[in-house]
């Protein structure tokens, strides 16, 4: 279960409490849940309970046992527990991470694309302008993304025309995809930054960069992992069964779901990382409903930064005379899904993400 399905999963506890009249609230149109602090219980923890409770008239903590009563028995959580003054805390039936990883290799570049805006036609007006013609083209790939009919097109009463802040700069001096990323990566209504002396600066100073240098550290993981014997492999719960999933692409190193304990995923820089990949697919929703590239552009910012920890405090291969183990297999299918998630978004943009740098 993903931050998100966790969230929509206590959102619909609250609805059908209301609507049993067990609580008397309005229901939020979110609900926010985090990792627990440390020494915390659990997997992931909210204060609805406490966010409820005024309007509820009831203490925070008999709000917390209403919701607890809804959400007992949902199959990807193994306990729900109520802690202090009426968090609840939630302990996943599954290593933490696993589910998304299985995901992301069987849904390999189109990992976060959806439905949401099926139903949708949006025609768009051809931009000349140099930075609206990035936009408009960014936008409908992100709306295609998300199961909407969306095209660029003369004409027509209801053609939608997009127009952020315009910019003169040389693509020439910058090439596509620095020029690309530069007109995308700021807001709507900011001016970008076209120096090519930045743009095109091989040091992680540069966002652009980063996220490319982050995508090709993952992809010469898995190059080299054949040389120790190794391949990515999800973890999962002993006597559970095996996620199955397809390689990202063709040629892809193969992995499987073996019964391997998720040692390998344990410390902070794995699980933060996997906790920015679950967020992946709100964000592509979000970056299409709002018609807003450049959230998708900053959220593969902090998916490059977290990667290149990962990797650094979690190395996927032996080193020295460390023998290979299921922690390494575990990192590699990690690595092996940051890079997926990377070269996806990268793609959305329209911009290249090669495997060297």
């Not at 080299?224 to 719960?237: D, M, N, Q, S, Y």
């Amino acid at each position: 279960m993903t931050p998100a399905e966790l969230s929509r999963t206590v959102r619909h506890a609250v609805c059908r409490a209301v609507h049993d009249g067990e609580l008397s609230v309005t229901v939020p149109d979110t609900v926010r849940v985090d990792r627990p602090r440390p020494g915390g219980r659990g997997d992931w923890t909210t204060n609805a309970a406490l966010r409820l409770a005024a309007e509820a008239r009831l203490a925070p903590r008999e709000v917390a046992e209403v919701l607890r009563g809804r959400l007992a028995g949902a199959p990807a959580l193994a306990r729900v527990d109520i802690t202090g003054p009426g968090f609840l805390n939630f302990t996943l039936a599954a290593p933490a991470g696993a589910a998304t990883l299985a995901r992301v290799l069987a849904e390999g570049a189109r990992y976060g694309h959806g439905d949401a805006l099926a139903g949708r036609t949006l025609v768009f007006a051809p931009a000349a302008e140099p930075r609206a013609a990035a936009w408009t083209a960014a936008v409908v790939r992100l709306l295609r993304a998300q199961g909407a009919d969306a095209s660029v097109a003369p004409g027509g009463t209801e053609t939608v025309q997009v127009t952020p802040a315009p910019v003169a700069y040389d693509p020439g001096a910058l090439g596509p995809d620095a020029a690309r990323w530069a007109l995308l990566r700021p807001a709507a209504h900011d001016r970008p930054r076209t120096d090519p002396a930045w743009l095109l600066a091989q040091r992680e100073t540069n966002p652009l960069f980063t996220v490319r240098y982050a995508h090709a550290r993952a992809r010469a993981a898995l190059r080299e992992a054949p040389a120790f014997g190794l391949r990515p492999e999800v973890p999962v719960a002993p006597g559970a069964s095996a996620p199955v999933a397809a390689p990202v692409a063709p040629g892809a190193p193969a992995w499987t779901g073996r019964h391997v304990t998720p040692d390998g995923l344990a410390p902070g820089a794995a699980r933060t990382l996997l906790d920015v990949l679950a967020d992946h697919p709100r964000v592509l929703a979000a970056s299409g409903h709002h018609r807003a590239p450049d959230r998708l552009a900053r959220h593969l910012e902090a998916v490059a930064d977290h990667t290149l920890r990962f990797l650094t405090q979690c190395p996927p291969l032996p080193a020295g005379d460390e023998k290979p183990s299921a922690a390494h297999r575990a990192r590699l299918a990690l690595a092996e899904a940051a890079g997926t998630v990377l070269a996806g978004g990268l793609s959305l943009l329209g911009i290249d993400a090669p495997a060297h740098l």
